[in-house]
DNA sequence: GATTTTTCCCTTGACAATCTAGGTATGACT
DNA sequence: AGTCATACCTAGATTGTCAAGGGAAAAATC
């Protein structure tokens, strides 16, 4: 029973992801994904050559800090945590995409006009 | 108060409203954008530039058929409908859908490990 | 009767985000 | 010595949506 997935849904969540993933506390790149899988119960995943870029352009856009470290298995890793403006994104687009799925469940559901 | 919004979430769910707007029932084209935005309370947009490409790939991919005459106004129009392939289309796509939004839920709502 | 709005169709080109597929490097395990 | 997991990165292809245009006919407004 293969289990079917469709990557174009993502498009427009990621960002929410990561900064949901890095409310609170600081990690990097390559956890944040495994957090995102692991909390998603395995239904989500994220592919490296999405994340990169989403972070880089995250931080451009200032909503993301990073700094060198080291991770908990020694190696060099490159942590990232949320800046104030990073916060109120979080904010603004939890809610947007609370209302998204709302009316989205509404259409396919078929509510009583 | 403006009302924020995020185009990019269509993205991969705009074919699974159309084929849902369309079970059980032909439409126009202008009549399933019409219908989408009222039953999803006026919260989703479709815009004719996503739309007749979305219904002329999905014609060619062979979930819909097509046939031309005339809309309850008296205007040439073109209907569409369901084939079956449409209608095993739109199960996978809602089970897609829903197993996505629960994913991403989980995230956002950080259950408990 | 002239003008504007609404209905209905369509296409082209830009854009933006994701994915594919490649690359590098280190440490741990076998 | 070789493989796996961790950890970073980028270039290019793909794809779907959007913006912005266009046409035509009926209905509504002036």
Known sequence: ???PSKKDLL???LEML???TLSGEERHGYGIARRIERSSGDELQIEEGSLYPALHRME????LESRWGR???GRRAKF???TDAGQRQL???KD???RFWKAVSRVIENEPA
Chains 1, 2 share one sequence.
């Open 96 to 98: 947007i995409w609370t």
């Open 91 to 93: 904010a603004e687009e």
């Open 11 to 13: 498009h427009g969540t």
């Open 18 to 20: 990561i900064l949901e």
């Open 60 to 63: 451009r856009r200032g909503w």
């Open 80 to 82: 990232y945590s949320l």
């Open 71 to 73: 991770s908990e298995s």
């Open 1 to 3: 029973m293969s289990k």
